[in-house]
Structures are given as C-alpha cells and as structure tokens.
C-alpha cells in the first residue's frame, strides 16, 4: 500500500489529516498495508486508545478500503475557494429560546448640530451628529469626503491603517449623494458619511488583500453584502482599511498598524485599521469582524465604540471566511447611537448567508434605560489584584482598569438603573477552542497544502498561520463533531445563566464568541493616556439592549469624546 492510501486511511479512521509527523511519514513511505504499528502511532496524536483487537480490526477494514484514496483526491480537486459554505449550519440559539417578531420603525436621539469651527472638530464628531450636519445641508458629503481623504493621507504613513484608497469611488459616490440631497432625496443618517471597510470586505475594482502578502495584488469580482447595503444607504467608502494578516493581529505586509493614542503600540486586531482610523478620526466610522476578539480588542486599545453583533445577524457574503461557525460582522464608531445606526443598516438576511435569521432590530435611543433587567460580572469587580514586584506595570494597569470600571457601575447605578451580581457557570471553553482553528484549516486548506502562505512567515507579517493551520489538519474530525455538541451545552448553560437579565456589565470574549452572544466596548477611561474601556455582553439578538445602555451611559459621561492628538 503506498502512502497516499495509508494517510487517507487514517482519515476514515477519524484522523484527517493529509500530513502526519516525520518519524510516522517514514514508516508509512514505502509500506505495502497499513500496520497495527502504524495506528498506534497514529492513535497517540488522536489521543485515543484502542486494544490490540480493536486495532488490528481496524487496520482489516482500512486495507479492505479501496475508495478511500480517490474520495479525498476528489474532494481536493474540487479545489473548494474559500467562499464556499459549508453544509452544517450553526444556529446559537438554543431549544425552547423565543426570538422577538415585532417589528418597530428606527427612532434616533433628535440632537441640534451646529457646524463646527474647525475641520479637526468636524472630523472627530459623532456619526449622529455628522448624519445631523448632512441632513439640514450645514455640510455636504464631498467636502466630507475631501475632509477625510486627506485626514487619511496625511496620517496613514504614520498610522498605517490603509492598505488602499478607494478615492474615484468616493468621488462619484459623493458627488451622487451631493446631488440627491440637494433634490430633497435623503435616504437616511448614513446618507453622505464617509467610511472604510476592513480590508476582508469584496468591493468589484478594488483590492481584496486579506492584510496577507500572498493576496496582496489580488481583486474579487464581487461585492460584500455588507458594502451593498451601505452604499445603498448612501454611505461613502473612501479606503480598504489594514487588517492584521488573515484576521489575526495587527500585522499585515504593509507594516503594523498603530494606535492613535501611542505610535509606539501597535493598535491590536485583527480589525486593525478600522479601530485605528475611527479613533484618529480619518473616517465617519468604519466596519470591522470578529471571531476571537478582533473587534473588542482593537476597539478597547484604540478607544472607539465597537459592536459585535450576535452571530447570525449579519450576511458575511463577500467576506473573507475564517470560522464560518464564529465569524461576525459590525461597526467600529466613536459612540453607541453610531454603532445602532450602521448596524441597523447592513443586519438582516440577503439570501447568501445561509446562517442569517430574520430577527428584526428595533432601536429606540429615547427608550427607558431603568427598565432593563442589568447584572454585572462579579469576577470582573473583584478587588483580588495581588502585587508582583517584577511587574509593576501590569499591577498598576488592573488597579486602574478596576478602578475605571468600579466607577462606570456607579455611573450606570446613577442613571437609575438596578444593577445586580451575575456569575457564569465554570464552562469548558478551553477544551472546544480548536473549533476555530480547525474550521479556518479547512477555508485556506489548498493555500496551506500547496505552501502558498508560507510567505506569511516573513517580516513584517511575522504570522504563525501557516504553522497553525498544518497543525490543525490533525484534529480527528470526530472531535471536531463533539466539540460543536459540547458548544451547544455551553450555549445552553449560558442560556440559563443569563436567565431573567437582559445583559450584563463586562466580559469573556473566549465563551462568549463560542456561543454567539452579541458585546459592545467603549471607552471609561484611561491608563497612563491609553483609553480603557467598558464592556456589556447581551442575551442572543439583545442589540438594542446593550447599545441602550451603552448611549445612556455615554450621555452621562464624555470619555468616548476624548480624541488622540497626532
């Protein structure tokens, strides 16, 4: 038997990998029939342990196997591209959860905007406002975009958050907008607001990079969802914007993206550019994803507002897939009322996302704070920050991030909202954490078996995929199976945990992008001048429920106002 057949036997055995360690690869090279020496081998990557018996039953079967082989050659010749959904669908929303159907027209704060006294106050204004300034025709959507190119351009090479501009499209985009305004056509608050896409985003005419060397000349001959809908809102895109290399930190072959607040520090990821240039304000505010933090993190480090919806409410047609179970879509902006009102704009079913549940979102800013149900993550407000002397930097950081968030809940209490102590179950996140990993395996798996990304390896990317996904090839696919019905206990548990609260105050990125639950981070603070920040978990589709509290606290504090200086 050749070693083709014995890898793909031990495929169908249920360790499916095409490539297995050295010193096994040299067993298997010039073997004639798989060998009970070879599956005990095997067997130790697996983690399994079979008898004797079991084992030489099942070295028969696989040698009796002739169709093994010219299945798994026929899988890889379909050369499946990376946008190709799989058949399983994951759903989060676990048995006997009710989902709202009442639908409710869009009710924004009504504010009064004046024109600001300079350009610099204009650029760092709120998407509401800037929506306000547009709509009465104190400012038109070409002198927007005129305003925020060149904001891009003069502080890219510093921040490098852009990985191409978009600027004849804006062009034409703000022309259209100037002149459907000036006929009385307002489509809505997005209507002539610059913006930019994180560079995973399919725009037809434009680059598609993925932040990765081996995509960085490459262009996609479609469009995302999510760009559709927004320039079906009116809004203006006016540049890709960097992402750390295959949606994993702040890193992409451009160089490495900095944070507004401290050029020195990188602005975290993966949503890279699109927290760096809404904090800087070079864009009215832009669109980022998430699938282990990519957007929390850069929003908490560069001190912008950012929602990541529940999973399922926005189509990621035209998106790079990394995790097609944990992949999510939404808006990076420098307050709540933003993020409601880009959100509002691209959530709901297209007919190409087969996960996307038709689930309406009804926002109402001038909704009553006081009757949401809000508890509090005990474990993030416990005062047990221990000294270490040989790391007095990072004691220092937790007490002032404790003492921020101490002060927060105040903040909230103060606003007449009842507040009480909330506790998650001990869960087995860890032990389900290659799903990720695994599912990302499969969506670059011809670009990993061909070496296509080992380029990646190299400054300034400096990636680890290349190696991450190799690896991944050797988890058993059964594993994989129980780990998603082990997902839909933790779904059940949190399910249950959550129980009468409509959200809580703060934070575990790990379960809660397992499950599904939508979170929103802003600013309420600072460390050393970098921002800190809040952080609300909501109950399954409760986008209205955390981003009521998050305008109701940033109406009673000014920290998601404060801007960097450069």
């Not at 351009?153 to 062009?171: G, Q």
């Not at 990765?212 to 262009?219: F, G, M, N």
């Not at 927060?408 to 507040?419: D, K, S």
Request: glycine letters at 8%; one cysteine or more.
């Amino acid at each position: 038997m050749n070693r083709r057949r014995f890898i793909a036997g031990l495929s169908a055995a249920g360790v499916g990998s095409t490539l297995m360690p050295g010193a096994l690869a040299a067993v298997a090279q010039d073997a004639d029939e798989i060998t009970v020496e070879m599956l005990e081998a095997a067997q130790r990557i697996a983690g399994l342990r079979f008898t004797p018996d079991e084992l030489q039953a099942i070295v028969g079967r696989l040698n009796r196997s002739g169709g093994t082989t010219s299945a798994y050659e026929t899988l890889r010749a379909a050369n499946l591209g990376n946008s190709t959904q799989p058949a399983l669908v994951f759903n989060p929303v676990p048995p006997g959860m009710t989902l709202p159907r009442d639908r409710r027209p869009i009710r924004r704060q009504e504010i009064a905007v004046s024109m600001p006294a300079t350009d610099t106050e204009l650029a760092f204004l709120p998407l509401a406002h800037l929506a306000r300034l547009v709509e009465t025709r104190q400012v038109k959507p070409s002198e927007l975009t005129d305003l925020y190119l060149a904001r891009l351009k003069r502080y890219d090479p510093i921040l490098h958050c852009v990985v191409s501009f978009t600027e004849e499209l804006a062009r034409r985009q703000a022309r259209q907008a100037d002149e459907e305004i000036a006929a009385g056509t307002y489509r809505g608050p997005l209507h002539g607001i610059p913006w930019g896409a994180k560079d995973l985003l399919a725009v037809r005419g434009t680059k598609t990079t993925w932040g990765a060397s081996p995509y960085k000349d490459r262009t996609i001959d479609t469009d995302a969802t999510v760009y559709r809908r927004l320039t079906d809102a009116g809004a203006i895109l006016i540049a890709k914007l960097s992402m750390g290399a295959l949606a994993s930190g702040d890193r992409w072959f451009g160089g490495r993206t900095r944070n507004p607040w401290n050029t020195e520090q990188g602005s975290s990821g993966s949503s890279a550019g699109p927290g760096s240039s809404t904090a800087a304000g070079l864009v009215g505010f832009s669109i980022g994803t998430e699938t282990r933090g990519s957007i929390m993190s850069p929003s908490t480090r560069n001190g912008v507002t950012g929602l990541r919806p529940t999973f399922g409410r926005v189509s990621r047609y035209g998106a790079m897939a990394l995790s097609w179970s944990m992949d999510k879509i939404g808006p990076m902006c420098r307050a709540a009322e933003d993020c409601a009102l880009v959100f509002s704009a691209i959530q709901g079913p297209d007919g190409r996302d087969n996960t996307v549940l038709d689930v309406p979102f009804n926002w109402d800013a001038t909704a009553d704070v006081t009757r949401l149900r809000v508890g509090y993550l005990r474990s993030s407000f416990e005062d047990d920050i221990e000294d270490d002397p040989e790391n007095p930097q990072r004691v220092a950081r937790q007490r002032q991030n404790l003492a921020n968030d101490q002060a927060a809940l105040e903040a909230i209490r103060g606003l007449g909202v009842q507040v009480a102590p909330f506790d998650l179950p001990d869960l087995p996140v860890q032990a389900v954490g290659f799903i990720l990993g695994t599912e990302a395996a499969a969506a670059f798996d011809m670009p990993t078996l061909n070496a296509q990304l080992d380029s990646m390896r190299a400054a300034p990317e400096e990636s680890r995929w290349p190696d991450s996904l190799r690896t991944s090839r050797f988890v058993p696919a059964v594993e994989y199976l129980q780990a998603q019905r082990v997902r839909m206990r933790i779904i059940e548990e949190v399910h249950e945990a959550l129980g009468d609260f409509d959200l809580f105050i703060g934070s575990n990125l790990a379960l809660t992008n397992l499950t599904g639950h939508p979170e929103i981070s802003m600013p309420n603070g600072f460390f050393q001048g970098s921002p800190t920040s809040l952080r609300f978990t909501g109950k399954l589709f409760g986008e209205a429920e955390i981003l009521l509290l998050a305008h109701a606290y940033q109406a009673a504090t000014d920290h998601h106002l404060q801007h960097p200086t450069l």
